[in-house]
């Protein structure tokens, strides 16, 4: 009896390894490349913009915030100014201090306004400028 | 060893679990985007969407230069959520830290932020619990003393308390101007205006509200992309009285020394612009500072100048008369006999204060006789007396923007009965408000142009600035004879000078037109014989007036003549009120003139 240890070869031809054909593979490797690195790109950009979006949002967000407490501060500081402009305010400092309100005397007066006929106020009149005079102007003004 | 068909087998098992994975994957992808996409759509949205509330400011109002009467101060409403605050150590830490600093009940703070939970009753009796997410520690805190407290707070690192921005009315000059302004009060989180020209105005200066949605971060931050609705909110209106600050400030000082010296029920003075209708200023004691609630009376804060009513007494003698030398029925000269001061007319007797004799028109207002207005008056007749009083305004509103404002009480000429027509022109049985008074006298003071009187300058729209001024200027003469208002003048300018009943009312350098009143007052059907009025009202300088100015004391003490309780305060007042408006004293006026 003829025995043989051989393990029977079955189908040579799938074992043969298939020929990879380069010219075809590394193209469409290369375009799948290219359309993720796209998206990635669009999507990394989009990313990028929203936080840039967000964090200027952020900012002024802060900002505002900053504004409104400023403003809150001076509608605070208005209404003090206020109080204490008002004439009862003003009144009760001036007794509690003893500081009597009284007109000048008349050598405390120091600007004088004109009424006009009309009613209206004159500002002083200015003092004119001073001018230089000629030899001959000044001759005439000591002959006089 | 491991035979190629078990590696096959297990392979497809593989895959298969893949693709039922895949399956299951796919299946659940359309459960939760397409089956359920509304209702989990709608939770994200509820969770990453906020809904702010937001208000404008409450509008200000100023006087006519622009210093602020009401104003809203910036505060906060510190409150906190007591899941988030901690155990009852930290409870006690704040507790202490908030009470320290605004002065409050420690154990209450405490109590409130140990409070975390709540039994709450179904409307079927069943009681549950329910988590306590917010309390409210203390509400309307000053701004300054909030902003301590938030630093306090953060350097502390207490988390869970809260200051909400909030705003309230403020009224930075307390008592000044106090019954016209009025003031608000707050149910729950609603301004409700109560009276003065805060209700009156309470739509026009009311802010809107509106309701902003947007998309949040994690820290409740605004994002800028996706579904909002922002709502802009607009401020009230701002309103510009037409009062001036500083005279109403002289007034007011004024009105205190009457109190003080005479100690009236009431008393209220008005001062306005004779040409314009400006009401420039006004006062009334007793008043109240509204800021100080807990202290306020209601017969304080009544607004007696636009709700009252009182008889004008003498101070309506000028206006029959001014009546009667229009229709040319008698001269400045022409003579009356006043009876010595008793006379019989109608089955009544009517008196005069002295006993007078035979006196002229001039000397009748000079020295205020009843019985020579009353008998001017029947010369007249009631129908002339009826139109000439009418065309003062008398029985009219003044069209002051205060609600509610009396029309006086002026009755129809068909109802007037034989006494009406020797009383009303003295002032009896004829009911004006301090408003109508004043506005008759602007009328004699401007020349004879009937007027309507005016509180409100102008109103701004602070979001556009925008500014809208009242119209306003003097009506129609009311008088036919031009000549009339100057003689009308000259007569009550006498009032004030020496043999006048007003002769305290008079001011240093000026020529003072005005008309003394003392009325008893109107008490259950009866004039009592101990309560009396007592006014004096004109205008100053006579013939070319700066201001109409009434002063009226209502049941002065000690004394209840107008000549001598209400005429001395007209003087002090317009004396100041002069100097600060700078008019010439006539008798400078006249040096010029010569």
């Not at chain 2, 906020?50 to 509008?59: D, L, N």
């Not at chain 2, 007591?82 to 320290?100: H, M, T, Y």
């Not at chain 2, 229709?327 to 006043?338: A, H, N, Q």
């Not at chain 2, 010369?379 to 008398?394: A, I, P, Q, V």
Request: charged share 25%; aromatic share 8%.
């Amino acid at each position: 009896m003829n025995l043989s240890a051989k393990t029977p070869r079955r189908n040579e031809a799938k074992r043969k390894p298939v020929a990879l054909h380069n010219s075809s593979v590394l193209p469409a490797t290369f375009k799948v490349f290219i359309f993720l690195l796209a998206i990635f790109v669009t999507v990394t950009a989009r990313v990028s913009y929203n936080q840039k979006a967000e964090s200027l949002n952020r900012e002024s967000l802060r900002v505002r915030e900053k504004i409104h407490r400023l403003e809150r501060e001076i509608a605070n500081l208005r209404i003090e100014k206020e109080k204490l402009s008002s004439w009862p305010h003003i009144s009760d400092k001036l007794v509690a201090l003893n500081l009597p309100l009284r007109t000048p005397d008349p050598q405390q007066v120091k600007r004088l306004i004109m009424i006009a006929k009309d009613g209206g106020i004159q500002a002083p009149a200015s003092t004119p400028a001073r001018k230089s005079i000629s030899k001959r102007e000044t001759s005439k003004l000591r002959n006089l | 060893m491991t035979r190629n068909s078990d590696i096959g087998t297990r392979s497809v098992v593989v895959m298969l679990f893949f693709f039922l994975c895949l399956i299951f994957l796919g299946v659940r992808l359309y459960q939760v985007q397409i089956n359920r996409h509304d209702e989990l759509y709608a939770k994200a949205k509820e969770k990453y969407t906020a809904i702010a509330v937001k208000s404008g400011s409450r509008g200000e109002i100023y006087d006519s230069k622009g210093n602020l009467l009401i104003g809203n101060i910036p505060c906060a409403d510190i409150v906190a959520d007591p899941q988030i605050v901690g155990d009852e150590f930290k409870c006690r830490k704040i507790a202490n830290l908030i009470a320290s600093e605004l002065h409050l009940d420690e154990a209450k703070i405490y109590e409130r932020l140990m409070m975390k939970t709540r039994i709450v009753t179904a409307k079927d009796g069943s009681q549950s619990a329910s988590t306590v997410r917010y309390v409210v520690l203390a509400d309307k805190v000053d701004f300054a003393d909030a902003e301590r407290l938030r630093e306090e707070v953060s350097k502390a690192k207490y988390k869970g308390v809260y200051f909400n921005e909030c705003t309230k009315r403020f009224y930075p000059k307390n008592e000044l101007l106090a019954n016209i302004l009025g003031f608000t009060n707050l149910d729950r989180d609603k301004v409700v205006a109560v009276f003065g020209v805060e209700k009156y105005f309470d739509k026009n200066i009311s802010p809107t509200k509106v309701k902003n949605l947007y998309v949040r971060d994690r820290l409740g931050r605004p994002l800028t992309y996706g579904d909002s609705r922002i709502n802009e909110v607009r401020d009230g209106l701002n309103i510009y009285l037409t009062i001036q600050e500083p005279i109403q400030a002289i007034l007011e000082e004024e009105l205190d020394k009457l109190v003080e010296k005479w100690k009236p029920r009431a008393a209220y003075a008005i001062l306005a612009d004779p040409y314009s209708g400006d009401i420039l200023a006004v006062a009334q004691r007793p008043t109240y500072n509204p800021n100080e609630r807990s202290v306020m009376n209601p017969e304080a804060w009544r607004n007696r100048i636009a709700e009252d009513t009182f008889d004008p007494g003498s101070t309506m003698k000028p206006f029959a008369i001014s009546g009667a030398l229009d229709y040319g029925i008698v001269t400045p000269s022409t003579k009356f006999d006043c009876e010595k001061g008793r006379w019989f007319y109608g089955g009544k007797i009517l008196r005069d204060s002295h006993p007078l004799g035979t006196l002229s028109v001039s000397e009748i207002i000079q020295k205020s006789s009843n019985i020579g207005t009353a008998k001017i008056a029947l010369l007249m007749g009631e129908k002339r007396l009826n139109d000439t009083l009418r065309s003062f305004g008398f029985g009219s509103r003044t069209g002051v923007p205060l609600s509610p404002e009396t029309s006086g009480l002026f009755r129809p000429l068909e109802k007037w009965d034989n006494l009406s027509i020797t009383r009303f022109p003295i002032g009896q049985g004829i009911a004006v408000s301090p408003l109508q008074l004043v506005r008759a006298y602007c009328v004699l003071a401007n020349g004879g142009y009937s007027l309507n009187l005016n509180l409100v300058d102008r109103v701004e729209n602070p979001d556009t600035g925008e500014v809208m001024q009242v119209k306003r200027g003097p009506g129609p003469s009311i008088f036919k004879n031009p000549e009339t208002q100057h003689k009308i003048v000259e007569m009550m300018k006498l009032v004030t000078q020496q043999g006048g009943t007003a002769e305290k009312a008079a001011i240093k350098g000026y020529y003072v037109g005005g008309k003394t009143g003392t009325s008893q007052k109107c008490l259950n059907g009866h004039y009592s014989e101990s309560q009396f009025f007592a006014t004096f009202v004109g205008f100053v300088p006579a013939d070319k007036p700066s201001f109409v100015l009434l002063v009226t004391a209502d049941e002065p003490k000690g004394n209840h003549f107008g000549g001598i309780v209400a005429a001395p305060a007209f003087s002090s007042i317009g004396y100041r009120v002069l100097r600060y408006m700078n008019v010439r004293p006539n008798a400078f006026e006249e040096m010029a003139k010569k």
